[in-house]
């Protein structure tokens, strides 16, 4: 009996382990896809390079690819979806440009345009369908930072005093449209990188330790629990097996922060909350799992992807990365 019971322990730890798995739903796309957006269980938007927009309305069945019209170089390195029919890409070099349609992609309209020299937006985060904030490299070393609160109808600059101070040589990641996270239902967070890498909330700016000092290191990637939960990934973006200082988390809301005790199998370009402890987080060599808050991580897919997005109103688990889309599977 006793032989039986402890082979049925080990099925059971074999079946966990191996419980995560990613189907490729979406290949051979023409694009550098880095922006993902997940409605529910059903309805997905994807965007990226090369003018790309994907949408999908049954859970990555059947997909529908566009090239929006005017902005076929453009590359839309984040995107916010609110249903089948309304979303906003951003495209990210100067000039930078936000669009947003109304009739499921079909027609989009330019609702912010910035030719400033050295304008480079990286992610866009909403806390609702009405508000949100975009973020991008330091103008006048300063983080830039824009606000709308009609639903990306409109957007606004914040008052420059109020706009975060950046060492030289720091800047965002526009990896995967998740350095910048809602806290709660009116603030944000943000993650940054480059030759320093730094958390900053409201108007503190705390270091990370993270890898940096190269214009190809730092943090990419912010996800939150709770207001004192966080996990921030990143590294060196090229040396994608280097599993140096990639990974840190802190457990009393940014003031203090530390490396897991077994740390993601190398770059990681985004990393996302799940539910209860369960984390998970992609990069050009794989996919990670975590089921005590980050505090150890396990490999579980060798697929690369640069962004890895749950549903906001449901559970599925989706990935995009170059040319392709996929989902978690258990």
Not at 93 to 113: C, H, M, N, Q, S
Not at 207 to 222: R, V, W
């Amino acid at each position: 009996m006793k032989k039986i019971f402890y082979l049925f322990l080990f099925l059971v730890f074999i079946q966990k382990t191996n419980a995560q798995k990613i189907e490729i739903v979406a290949d051979s796309i023409h694009s550098s896809l880095r922006g993902l957006s997940v409605v529910d269980n059903k309805t997905v938007w994807v965007s990226g390079s090369n003018g790309t927009v994907g949408k999908s309305l049954d859970g990555g069945k059947t997909w529908k690819w566009i090239t929006v019209k005017g902005f076929e170089k453009s590359d839309f390195r984040d995107i916010e979806a609110f249903d089948k029919k309304t979303a906003i890409i951003m495209a990210v070099a100067e000039p930078a440009y936000i669009l947003r349609t109304d009739d499921g992609g079909e027609t989009w309209k330019v609702v912010f345009e910035n030719p400033t020299k050295g304008m480079f937006l990286d992610a866009m985060e909403f806390w609702n369908d009405q508000s949100g904030m975009v973020i991008g490299d330091p103008i006048n070393d300063r983080f830039y930072i824009a606000r709308t609160f009609d639903g990306g109808k409109t957007w606004r600059n914040i008052p420059e005093n109020n706009k975060p101070i950046a060492d030289k040589g720091e800047a965002c990641f526009a990896s995967s449209g998740t350095n910048i996270r809602k806290l709660n239902r009116s603030e944000a967070v943000f993650v940054s990188g480059g030759l320093s890498a730094h958390f900053f909330y409201r108007n503190r700016r705390i270091a990370l330790p993270l890898l940096q000092g190269k214009e190809s290191t730092g943090a990419n990637s912010i996800a939150v629990k709770n207001s004192k939960i966080m996990v921030v990934v990143g590294g060196d973006f090229l040396k994608k097996d280097d599993r140096d200082e990639n990974c840190a988390i802190t457990t009393d809301g940014g003031n203090t922060w530390y490396a897991p005790d077994i740390l993601p199998s190398g770059y990681r370009s985004c990393i996302e909350y799940l539910h209860k402890k369960i984390w998970i987080t992609c990069g050009l060599n794989g996919a990670d799992v975590s089921e005590d808050d980050g505090t150890t991580w396990k490999n579980f897919s060798k697929d690369s992807f640069h962004v890895c997005r749950k549903a906001k109103k449901g559970n599925a688990v989706f990935f995009a990365g170059n040319g392709r889309v996929g989902r978690l599977a258990e």
